[in-house]
């Protein structure tokens, strides 16, 4: 079941949750309405790595827990703030433009998310308790071009 708190008219925010589930179409459809269609495709894969990650890992799949976004727009600034009820995240890492190929190439299952995380958004930051991920991607047209066009 997927609740929607849907933004009041004139204002560029609202909520989403959902029980843990892979099923994330639906929910990847919403969060990406008021994104640029040429930077929908390289965002939705962002963002289903970081929900896959929330329900999977961070929730362990029961259906008990949500998994919460909180979704706004700020001067050309797409953000997502994913929340789940899991025990927490410390990456190991942080995988930034620097890694080069043949380190993703080792990169584990979990590393290539983080890499993937890094590539798509500007800005990449979990809390103190690695329950909540802040993503942040700027679509103004001085930006650089989408990685999937």
């Known amino acids: 079941m997927i609740a929607i708190s849907l933004r009041p008219t004139g204002r560029r925010w609202g ?40 329900a999977k890992h961070g929730n362990n799949l029961d259906p008990k827990k949500k998994v919460l976004v909180e979704y706004f727009i700020v001067e050309g600034q797409h953000w997502w703030i994913i929340s789940d009820q899991g025990t927490g995240f410390s990456p190991s890492c942080s995988c930034t433009l620097d890694c080069t190929k043949k380190h993703v190439q080792e990169l584990d299952e979990c590393g290539r998310g983080l890499y993937i995380l890094h590539q798509v958004f500007d800005q990449v930051h979990w809390n103190e308790d690695g329950t909540e991920l802040r993503l942040c991607k700027e679509v103004k047209q001085s930006s650089r071009l989408p990685l999937l066009y």
């Open 15 to 54: 909520t989403v949750s959902f029980a843990s589930t892979l099923h994330l179409s639906p929910v990847l459809d919403l969060l990406l309405v008021d994104v640029p269609v040429r930077w929908q495709p390289e965002i939705r894969l962002g963002l289903q790595e970081a929900l896959v990650n929330a």
